[in-house]
């Protein structure tokens, strides 16, 4: 990674920063002072004319920026792409990293969707769509826009399927997917489809309120996986963890998350999805960063 494109990850990591009193992003000046670095260090940074990246430096911007331990990660890792002057070299092309895992994707008999970085939507088997409720020609028209479907503009849609199939729950799958967008995007912060991507989804219903929530939240995680137990509208009471792996591309990272039942009567319920669902699945074109 370019040592400019760090540091408008920095600067963007820094505007998502809110002064609790004027409700503006933080200045410069404002970083400086939580992370106990010096605004010119601050300006240099962003500016991606600092010459070094110190551990020390790091662990500061961390704490003052409220990273969890999933963004930290991501944060710690870029900074080290920078030293380096290259990103980890991958071994497939995007397409040949993706096709692994959407052979995988097709095998599956339990509720699942693939995404990417940006929560954009690859594939999405019917069992998945059954469960919630949502209409293949309603992803299509979600699709229109950019090409493929997003999951967040999914669970956020003034329409969404989701808050009616989640009922009181979908507070907590809108907030724990934020949370995880923000680890999985931290390394796009400094791209047009990242200003894109963030400009349609403050345009829909309870975005931005959870947004702030995601970014303010106590709880930290350090894994992806998630747990849900909530009365279905149509499918009764259900207990399952949701499982993510992740493929490691050259631009985009891809995310596949699958639904594992933990409990008998769960289980009952994702055999009978797959056999409505005759194993279907929909698939939209790979995008890059």
């Not at 030293?83 to 991958?90: F, G, H, M, Y």
């Not at 040949?96 to 959407?102: E, G, T, V, Y």
């Not at 052979?103 to 919630?132: G, K, M, S, T, W």
């Not at 400009?199 to 309870?206: E, N, S, T």
Request: aromatic share 8%; charged share 20%; glycine share 4%.
């Amino acid at each position: 990674m370019e040592r400019s494109a760090f540091g408008q990850i920095v600067r963007s990591l820094r505007k998502e920063q809110l002064d609790p009193v004027t409700g503006e992003p933080w200045t410069q000046e404002q970083l400086a002072a939580a992370s106990g670095l010096s605004a010119r260090i601050i300006a240099n940074l962003e500016q991606g004319r600092k010459a070094t990246l110190e551990g020390e430096t790091l662990v500061r911007l961390a704490g003052a920026l409220a990273l969890g331990t999933l963004e930290r990660r991501e944060f710690f890792a870029l900074a080290v792409e920078v030293e380096a002057a290259t990103a980890p070299a991958a071994l497939a092309a995007p397409q040949q990293a993706a096709d692994p895992m959407l052979e995988v994707f097709a095998e599956l008999r339990q509720p699942a969707f693939c995404y990417d970085d940006y929560f954009d939507i690859l594939a999405a088997n019917h069992a998945a769509l059954v469960l919630h409720g949502i209409e293949p020609a309603w992803l299509h028209t979600l699709a229109a826009a950019s090409g493929r479907p997003n999951f967040l503009h999914a669970i956020f849609a003034a329409d969404s399927p989701l808050r009616t199939s989640m009922q009181g729950a979908w507070h907590t799958l809108a907030l724990r997917n934020l949370q995880q967008f923000c680890a999985m995007a931290l390394r796009h912060r400094h791209t047009a489809r990242w200003n894109e991507r963030m400009a349609q989804l403050r345009a829909l219903p309870d975005f931005d309120s959870h947004w702030r929530a995601a970014r303010t939240a106590p709880e930290d995680f350090a894994s992806r996986l998630r747990v849900h137990r909530y009365t279905h509208a149509r499918c009764g009471p259900l207990h399952y963890a949701v499982m993510v792996n992740s493929t490691y591309a050259p631009a985009i990272h891809l995310h596949l998350t699958t639904l594992l039942p933990l409990d008998a009567p769960t289980f009952e319920v994702f055999v009978a999805l797959y056999a409505e669902s005759h194993g279907k699945v929909l698939q939209w074109p790979l995008m890059g960063k």
